[in-house]
């Protein structure tokens, strides 16, 4: 059987979470820019993919095959691990300043790839500012503003609902990355990633990481954005919501229904055999 029982599926999200922590600075970096620029490809698939056929769900459709490979390859993405590192860090398999540093380091990572991807994007769609009419760019252009000056325009309205739009997004993705231990087949951890991704995307929910590539290459391909409108009123709220989602809904819900329980279960296991020990030396 290659299918993998929930209780199991704690204990290597907890397993993972650990071995992520102890990770050196450089690997977060460059494994944290690589999934970076991936996410970057799948939106570009996405968006490419909905232009031609004029039918969003086929861009959500196509999407989750960049989140595929990040997983296959176990390169670090901080969506996920924020929903895994906690984990750790409550069964003192990590700490806290563990924990706090692969966060910030993959995100450093994350912005490099995304926007180094944006970069290359930007001077083959537009061949070097020649075309300007590039389908793809342009709706790059529209999501970017729209992630940005829409929220603005909105207030502290906007705040919320691209926060809440954050946490509806992780608690999807990071349920991806668990998905993928559901299954001991590369055929089936692939099929097993492929929903929630879906569901993500396919909703327009906020995704800090593919934020990280669309933003940037907006503000390449002339969006009227600044770092401001960036990270104020999209990318920290995003990153604080997707935290949220990851850690509460995924990470510690699993935690506390399945693992807790198995805790339980070994406890009481202990205090069984002890009595039958006094009972045996009476």
Not at 48 to 64: C, K, N, R, S, Y
Not at 147 to 152: C, D, F, N, P, Q
Request: aromatic share 10%.
């Amino acid at each position: 059987m290659t299918y993998v029982q929930p209780e199991q599926v704690v204990k290597n999200m907890v397993q993972a979470g650990a071995a992520k922590s102890k990770l050196p600075v450089r690997d977060l970096v460059i494994r944290g820019a690589l999934a970076g620029a991936l996410l970057g490809f799948g939106t570009t698939l996405a968006f490419t993919a909905e232009t031609q056929t004029q039918m969003g769900i086929v861009g959500a459709l196509l999407f989750p095959a960049c989140f595929v490979i990040i997983i296959l390859l176990g390169l670090e993405l901080v969506t996920g691990n924020f929903a895994l590192i906690p984990l750790a860090v409550l069964e003192k398999k990590a700490t806290w300043q563990e924990m706090l540093t692969n966060w910030f380091w993959v995100i450093v990572g994350h912005v490099i790839g995304g926007s180094f991807y944006a970069m290359l994007y930007v001077i083959a769609a537009t061949h070097l500012g020649h075309v300007t009419d590039h389908a793809v760019a342009q709706k790059i252009i529209q999501v970017a503003e729209a992630k940005t000056l829409g929220y603005s325009a909105l207030g502290t309205a906007g705040l919320l609902i691209v926060f809440v739009k954050g946490i509806l997004c992780n608690w999807m993705v990071a349920l991806g990355a668990v998905m993928a231990m559901t299954s001991q087949a590369t055929l089936g951890k692939i099929v097993a990633m492929w929903l929630p991704i879906l569901l993500f995307f396919a909703q327009g929910f906020e995704h800090a990481v593919v934020n990280m590539f669309v933003i940037p290459a907006g503000m390449m391909l002339g969006a009227d954005i600044t770092l401001s409108h960036w990270w104020i009123w999209n990318q920290t709220p995003v990153l604080l919501g997707n935290l949220v989602g990851g850690l509460l809904f995924t990470g510690l819900a699993l935690y506390v229904t399945y693992r807790s329980r198995e805790v339980n279960k070994g406890k009481e296991q202990v205090k069984n055999d002890k009595g039958k020990r006094e009972r045996m030396v009476s």
